[in-house]
T-cell receptor, first 113, second 109 residues
Framework: QVQLVQSGAEVKKPGASVKVSCKAS????????LHWVRQAPGQGLEWMGV????????IYAQKFQGRVTMTRDTSTSTVYIELSSLRSEDTAVYYCATLEDSWGQGTLITVSS | QAVVTQEPSLTVSPGGTITLTCGSS?????????PYWFQQKPGQAPRTLIYDTSDKHSWTPARFSGSLLGGKAALTLSGAQPEDEAEYYC?????????FGGGTKLTVL
């Protein structure tokens, strides 16, 4: 079955960048687009963007344009999200997901001085 | 960017039926928006209940169903159970860009 395993929690200072990984298994990596969704404490879900693991094409939410980069490594079936110029409002749990069925366990990113 | 709207909170009695809706600021929600519905319980990752308007997974309880109703996407729960108390989010697609609704907190009481 599809399994998505994400990297561990991180604490970052304002202005820094963070890169979170999501390793896929249990299926052909190029079969599903992979999305990134975040959830700030006590808030709702926010879609950040999607990557096509086959060609690497991406679509980003307008809010994150210029600050987010999604990449993939087909040799390890892993997708990455990098968010730069971090601010306190970026403190959230970040999820990767196929949306159709599978979600990662989430990665808590804390931005604090 | 489009805004997706959901009822902030709803309450249903055990065994009762309730419909959650998902509207779009751009107008009528159609199958072309590929509506999704997710359930999230406190401290857990979301779980996909419904995709592409009305398709279910093997783990989706039969009491949940998805549809288009009155220009919106709808999630109907028939025969609510205590374990259905959760936050429910819809997601719509706008030419590849996805937007979540603000979520509906469903109380079973």
């Amino acid at each position: 079955q599809v399994q998505l395993v994400q990297s561990g929690a991180e604490v970052k200072k304002p202005g820094a960048s963070v890169k979170v990984s999501c390793k896929a298994s249990g299926y052909t990596f190029t079969r599903y687009y992979l999305h990134w969704v975040r959830q700030a404490p006590g808030q709702g879900l926010e879609w950040m963007g999607v990557i096509n693991p086959s060609g690497g094409g991406t679509i980003y939410a307008q809010k994150f344009q210029g600050r987010v980069t999604m990449t993939r490594d087909t040799s390890t079936s892993t997708v990455y999200i990098e968010l730069s110029s971090l601010r306190s409002e970026d403190t959230a749990v970040y999820y990767c997901a196929t949306l159709e069925d599978s979600w990662g366990q989430g990665t808590l990113i804390t931005v604090s001085s | 960017q489009a805004v997706v709207t959901q009822e902030p909170s709803l309450t249903v009695s055990p065994g009762g039926t309730i419909t959650l809706t998902c509207g779009s600021s751009t107008g009528v929600v159609t199958s072309g928006h590929h509506p999704y519905w997710f359930q999230q319980k406190p401290g857990q990752a979301p779980r996909t209940l419904i995709y592409d308007t009305s398709d279910k997974h093997s783990w989706t309880p039969a009491r949940f169903s998805g549809s288009l109703l009155g220009g919106k996407a709808a999630l109907t729960l028939s025969g609510a159970q205590p374990e259905d108390e959760a936050e429910y989010y819809c997601l719509l697609s706008y030419s590849g860009v996805r937007v979540f609704g603000g979520g509906t907190k469903l109380t079973v009481l």
